[in-house]
């Protein structure tokens, strides 16, 4: 059984999922986590041996389509949802910093 | 059964008959939408405009003898994850507050070619993560039966929508519940199908493995009318079931007689006293109605909210890692690329969601991911075991659809494993893949109705609507 989740931890895990939080929603996210992988804890301890695990309720296999060129998106009307285009692509802030 | 508001079998026949018009049909909902939408806020958009056009375009082509289809001038409402092309497709959430999608869900396609006109989209728990529709971030919807309690959640506005008359049909997403719970409340039918038997094209996704769109209505009938025309293959969801769709309609009156009915013990156990009383109601009916019922023991079923809680968020932590600030929806700017995802998920996601990124986040996360999400996969593993023993003894079972009857509004909204509870006997059918469906069965103590929940195997929507109507029939 994992130990108790802590105000790291909890900030950590934000900024894996990309989230910024204000203290307030952290020190929350501490309790309200908490509460809910403590009521996880049956499940953590029950004995599962050899017991395979289910990720999905269909028996899947790859299902795959014919190789043919067909019509897509229109793409003046998906980019015209974007926040920021520019010739035909999707503009955002810089990745890498301050280029040469 | 006593309906208050027209069905929606009897609306496409008279449409059909040309003793009614779908304009008529329209004009005669959005009256009842004028008049109490107000205080209910079941939509987040109410389509007036397109509905009429919709009508009026059917009953031309009814006049040029054209076959309008078999929900002709029927007024439909579609949860607000439902992509609509050109339509605001919100999710309640502020993320995507705006954004209209280049293209229609298959559902939505599919009720356009059936004759079906929709009338709005209707509000939910943000990216359908809640119980209560109080998730929203354009306010909670109201129980039409009673405005000082929730509809349930998350698909809250299409269950409210159909209670109060403003459709006699809508359909809803059930990741965990999110049909069957607010149904109950709303004492309405609804119905989550067998997982793949209806296509996911076009309903934005939270927990894929769980996700599955389904009716909601005022009648057992109406219900397997919608569902049969939603359901069947689409290349476009790969998870899509590829077998032709059982129906559904031609058996609803075959009754239950020698059928095996089960009530599960594990989800009976521990609800309050007035719904556990329906429910043994109802199995004394269907014993009476010739069915062979017993209790049946489901053990691991105890523990599916757990692994749910496990399970549905990790999924979400990454179907909802799209919501970066580039494609779509609200961009908060900022130094770079990941400053910009990180101040734009923080400004656009509420708390219930932020809250499941991160219980899903955390759980996928090094040195915890056996310990939680493999392990609640394991445990997702032994419920269909058990299930799997369960359908060999047994055609169909019983259980109630929510612990309680409707909530009033706050009441669990300071306390998420609370809310989470709400939701304690409909997901160990999701986590199965199996379809279930609840019907209002009375009322509880505080007069508010009490939903009924039956369950089948992959596939048994058949023998599962057949119970559902004799249910129903005998209501009295």
């Known amino acids: 059984m994992p130990d108790r989740i802590t105000t790291a931890d909890v900030a950590h895990v934000a900024q894996l999922a990309r989230l910024d939080l204000t203290e307030a929603e952290l020190e929350r996210l501490v309790v309200d986590l908490g509460a809910v992988l403590d009521h996880a804890a049956g499940v953590a301890a029950l004995d599962t041996a050899g017991v395979p695990p289910t990720a999905h309720p269909l028996p899947l296999q790859n299902v795959l389509r014919p190789d043919e060129v067909r019509p897509s998106l229109d793409r003046d009307e998906v980019l015209a949802m974007a926040p920021q285009a520019e010739d035909n692509r999707f503009r955002v802030p810089s990745i890498l910093g301050d280029g040469p | ?476």
């Open chain 2, 1 to 476: 059964m006593s309906a208050p508001f027209a069905t929606a079998v009897g609306t496409a026949a008279a449409v059909r008959l040309g003793e009614r018009t779908a304009r008529q049909v329209v004009e005669e909902v959005l009256a009842r939408v004028g008049v109490r939408e107000g205080e209910i806020h079941a939509f987040n958009t109410v389509l007036a405009g397109d509905a009429r056009a919709a009508a009026d375009a059917l009953d031309q082509r009814i006049a040029r003898g054209e076959d309008p289809g078999p929900l002709a001038g029927v007024p439909v409402a579609l949860k607000d994850n439902l992509c609509t092309r050109g339509v605001p497709t919100t999710c309640s959430s502020r993320i995507l507050e705006g954004w209209k999608p280049p293209y229609d869900a298959t559902v939505v396609e599919r009720l356009a070619g059936a004759g079906a006109v929709v009338v709005g989209k209707t509000n939910l728990d943000e990216f359908a993560m809640g119980s209560s529709t109080e998730n929203s971030a354009f306010g909670p919807t109201r129980n039409p039966l009673d405005t000082t309690r929730v509809p349930g959640g998350s698909s809250g506005g299409s269950a409210a929508a159909v209670a109060a008359g403003f459709a006699p049909l809508a359909l809803g997403s059930d990741t965990g519940g999110s049909i069957r719970q607010p149904a109950a409340f709303c004492g309405v039918v609804g119905v989550k199908p067998t997982y793949g038997a209806v296509s996911r094209y076009g309903l934005v996704a939270f927990a894929s493995s769980l996700d599955q769109i389904g009716p909601f209505a005022a009648t057992v009938a109406d219900a397997a009318l919608l569902l049969e025309v939603i359901a069947g293959h689409d290349p476009m969801d790969s998870t899509s079931n590829p077998g032709p769709a059982a129906p559904i309609s031609a058996r609803l009156g075959d009754g239950v007689e020698g059928l095996r009915v089960g009530i599960v013990r594990e989800l009976v156990k521990g609800v309050d006293a007035d719904v556990e009383a329906r429910v043994r109601e109802a199995a004394d009916a269907l014993a009476g109605a010739g069915a062979k019922v017993d209790e049946v023991s489901l053990p691991t079923v105890v523990h599916g909210l757990a692994a749910y809680y496990l399970i549905a968020p990790a999924e979400a932590s990454s179907n909802l890692a799209r919501y970066d600030g580039v494609r779509y929806g609200l961009r908060v700017d900022g130094t770079d690329v990941a400053a910009m995802n990180a101040a734009t998920r923080g400004a656009g996601f509420g708390a219930e969601v932020k809250r499941r990124i991160m219980l899903g986040t955390y759980a996928l996360s090094a040195g915890y991911y056996d310990a939680y999400y493999g392990q609640a996969q394991r445990v997702r593993t032994l419920i269909i075991r058990d299930f799997d023993a369960a359908y060999e003894d047994f055609d169909v079972l019983v259980s109630p659809t929510a612990p309680t009857t409707a909530f009033t509004l706050g009441a669990k909204t300071s306390d998420p494993l609370a809310m989470y509870m709400s939701d304690v006997c409909t997901i160990p059918s999701n986590l199965a893949g199996h379809p279930a469906m609840t019907l209002p069965y009375g009322t509880g103590d505080d007069g508010l109705p009490v939903g009924v929940q039956v369950m089948a195997p992959a596939l048994g929507e058949p023998v599962m609507f057949r119970v559902a109507a004799v249910l129903e029939a005998s209501r009295g």
